[in-house]
């Protein structure tokens, strides 16, 4: 079983900066791509950020230039980092991560989300 910790969410006003960070843990035997998601009320689940396991990113391109997708492979740990935030960013951001949990199992893990709230 493999588990993914969300924090760093909560209310900043426009132009402010937020830090989120999701830690997984469990049976792992490696992590491929490690991504944030966020859903808005009344709007589909949309990737936000997303890095493999060598460290290439991709970014949606509402964030590109304010968020920036980090990873640290020895503690299972990803960070967003969120400069310049809009109050249309404002979701419950979650925390995704693709797992090789045997040598011929790979399974796909969420967090239970964290609120970010941008308003002034």
């Known amino acids: 079983q493999v588990q993914l910790v969300e924090s760093g969410g909560g209310l900043v006003q426009p132009g402010g900066s937020l830090r989120l960070s999701c830690a997984a843990s469990?049976?792992?035997?490696?992590?491929?791509?490690m991504g944030w998601y966020r859903q808005a009320p009344g709007k589909q689940r949309e990737l936000v950020a997303a890095?493999?396991?060598?460290?290439?990113?991709n970014y949606a391109d509402s964030v590109k230039g304010r968020f920036t997708i980090s990873r640290d492979n020895a503690k299972n740990t990803v960070t967003l980092q969120m400069n310049s935030l809009k109050p249309e960013d404002t979701a419950v951001y979650l925390c995704?991560?693709?797992?090789?949990?045997?040598?011929?199992?790979?399974?796909?893990?969420w967090g239970q989300g964290t609120q970010v709230t941008v308003s002034s």
């Open positions: 890095i493999t396991s060598g460290g290439m990113t």
């Open positions: 995704n991560a693709g797992v090789t949990v045997s040598l011929f199992r790979r399974s796909e893990y």
């Open positions: 469990g049976s792992i035997r490696s992590i491929n791509n």
